[in-house]
């Protein structure tokens, strides 16, 4: 132990310091305690995630939106076809 004459007398830390520290420590532990959790939480949700790509895939639109959008796109021959003078 150092003794008192030594020591100046402002020189040892106050009890509202001290608490201040021990407030400054305990909320730094209680950020980083909750980063963890937090990251710990996203992984475990990303680890559940039952996203699958394939279930939700669209192949583009169907011949109906062709239809309504695209008159100019029939199926039906035009009637100076060639393809349609055959027989």
């Not at 420590?25 to 996203?51: G, M, P, Q, W």
Request: hydrophobic share 40%; net charge positive; proline share 9%.
């Amino acid at each position: 132990m150092i003794p008192k004459s030594i020591v100046r007398p402002g020189a040892t830390a106050s009890a509202s310091a001290r608490r201040s520290v021990m407030f400054d420590f305990a909320s730094k532990t209680a950020e980083t305690v909750s980063d963890f959790a937090s990251v710990v939480h996203n992984l475990a949700l990303d680890i559940r995630d039952c996203y699958r790509p394939e279930l939700h895939y669209m192949r583009g639109p169907g011949p109906k939106w062709r239809a309504k959008h695209q008159p100019w796109l029939r199926f039906e021959p035009a009637p100076g076809d060639w393809r349609r003078r055959a027989g």
